[in-house]
Every structure is written in C-alpha cells, then in structure tokens.
DNA sequence: GAAGTATAGTTCCATTTGGAACTATTTGTC
DNA sequence: GACAAATAGTTCCAAATGGAACTATACTTC
C-alpha cells in the first residue's frame, strides 16, 4: 500500500477503538489515523469530495439492499420516498427534486404503477400532468424500508456529538437552502 | 405545485436576495424559503438525505460537462482524480476508495492509458499487480479541469461564513474519518 | 513443495441508463 | 382564434454498468 499521502487539510481527532492499523488506515505525521478507503485530498474541491464520498458510502450498500430485498432500483426508491415527503407530486417534479433524467423516472413510475405502490390521476387543470401519490401498500413498504436508512444514519452519526449533530444540521440546511443559488450554474 | 410540506427540521435562515418566489421556491410556516427542488424531509434519515442531495446537485452538472470537454466518464475522472492525490495507487486501491466496482475501474483504466493519461507498471514484488501513475499529460489534464471543481465549491460554499465552513470542514473530517465504523455495515 | 485458498485484474453478457427525438397538451402572441 | 413556443411525459436506441465467471499470480498449511 504505497501512499505518499499529505493529510494537511485533515484536522480530525484520533476515532474510535477499533481504528486500529489494518490494511485499511495509516497514521499521518500528526498522528491522526484514517482508512485508505479515503485518500487525503491535497489541494482542491476538498468539502465537495468529502460530501460526495461520504454519500456514496452511506448509500452504496443500500441500493443492492433495495433491490434484493424489495426489487427497488435507486430511482423506484427515490420516488417512493419524494411521494412520501411530499403526498402527491408529478412527474417532473420528482425529476427537480432527484435530478434524474425524466425518462428515466417515467419508468420507474411505470414500474411501480404495475406493482400498485403509487396510483396517478389526470391532472384537472392541466392534461398533460399526472399527479401521483402512495397507495396504502406503497406507504407500508415505505414503512418497511425506511428503518434501514434510519439505521444506517443513526450509525454514521454515531461519532458526532449531539452538539456536533446540530451543528451538521444547521449547516446542510443553509447549504441546501441555498441551492438554487448555485446548482444550476454549469 | 401542490406541495403539503413540513418542514419542521428546517432551521434554515433565509437566503440570498434572488430566493424570491418562483416556481422552485416557497415558503413555510417560519418564514424560510427553500427550493422545491428539496422537498422537506418528514421523519427519515434526514442529514443522510441532504449529504446525497448536495452530492447530486454538486456532482450533477459536471458529469456532462467532463464528458462533453474532456470525453471522461464518471468513473475515469475519479482514476485521474485520485492518482492525483495519492501519486500511485494500483486499480483494487481505486475500488476500495470509489467504491466503484473492479471492472468498472478495469475499464476506465484501460481507456486511460490507450489515451496517455496514466500510465501502469508491474509491481515486482507482486505480479498480479499493477502500479498505476500518472503522466505528465494526464496531470496537465488534471491542472485542466480541476478549476471547475474548485469554482463550484467555492459558489457552494458561499452562503456559509468562513467560520462555518470551517465547522463543516471539521465535521466532515470526522465523519470520513470514522468511515470505517460504519461503511462495511450492512 | 503440492494442494487449497485468497487476491488482482479481465472478460462476458444481461440489464440499466440517459440523450434525443417524438407525441400531446398548454401557454403566449399577434 | 391561429400559429409559435413551451412543457409533461413516452419511446427509441446506443452506450454504460455491474454481477458473475474466469485467468493468473501469490499466500497458507501440511
């Protein structure tokens, strides 16, 4: 495992127990320990990395889960859980909220018609809208799944304080809130 | 836009001055605005769904464009991007850090070093493995891209005080650092 | 040192994906 | 109120994806 990592940007306090040296973690000069799954990020778009590796590994073992489980691809889920949030929605909005290709949710939605986990309903006002909402039996497979997410936070939050929690919090709210500032450029 | 939403987990304050109300945005109870693109989060792994939602809206608009200036996938942009930072690393490293799959990463290293990106070398105390580097093209073309990375952070971030973002900093840091307590489970 | 197990990486192939073109409805303009 | 432009959603198809089987090398154990 040849690295010649620079960790200057890391400033984490030594984690818990089990962090012991395996394969997978390596001390740096300052003596904190971090798994080689994380590669120390020397100069550049260092919090957006940061984010985006720790989505993927929060959700990367759910989405086999989902579908091994449940036979839920990742954009089925993520519409069960928009219609969830949300009670009734179209199409396109589940698109906006996702960002996944319209075609792509167009079947997902299909799919999960077939399989009466939502119901739609011509829009009144407008005929090329569909609403769509839970059926009682998607809203207990909702019920069903949702544990696991929960779970699986729960534990990735576990090293955090509860102070740290908020804090986290707070700060993905103002980020959040402040995405139409900037999600759409580029 | 027929949204019932709560958003009782949201303490955001409200955002910049161009946040006034278009079809992406409303407003709650507390007076916040938030983009319809994010739909209020209910009950259910909350901080784990807005880490993916940023990730998205971060990553989203980027694939494309390396795809269309660069003609690299997602996953030859992570090749180049961690070889950057970690100088040599052999493809199985780059699984355990992308989490992205071994053939994935067969694939994309291949279409690397067809196009003098990186280049590989046996490793001579092991012979099923490859040491992989870049060259001096592939970390021109690195120095190339990497400013728009950089710029979207930046634009991100800027709705947080340097205090703050040094707070977000901090608390990422511990979550990846922590990674390994968690990522392996289930 | 032979046999069995583990690991790095590749190939195969069925499935998923998403861009682009298309249909249908609505909105805007004169 | 007709014609152009926009929007919701679907279909088509070429390309990307990833699980599983496979090859080759290395490690383990007796």
Redesign the interface.
Known sequence: ?????KLT????????A??SSTD??ERDAAG???????????????????????????????IP?LKKRWNLSRTEFSVL??L??????TAK?IC????RPKNSVSRAVHTLLKRSIVSQQLDASDGRRM?LTLTTKGKHLYKEI?P???E??R??????SAE??E????????????????????
Chains 1, 2 share one sequence.
């Open positions: 495992m040849m690295l010649e990592r940007l890391l400033d984490v306090t030594p984690p818990s089990q962090m997978f973690s904190t320990s971090l798994p080689l799954r994380f590669i120390g990020t020397l100069d550049a778009a260092v919090s957006s990395y940061k984010l985006n590796y720790l989505a993927n590994n929060f959700l990367g073992p759910l889960a859980y928009c969830r949030q949300a009670g009734r929605l909005d906006e909220i996702t960002g609403i949702i696991l997410f929960e699986r936070e534990v990735m939050l576990a090293c955090l740290e929690q804090a986290l919090e707070h700060l993905l709210n103002k980020l959040v809130a402040s995405t139409v500032d900037w999600a759409e450029v580029y």
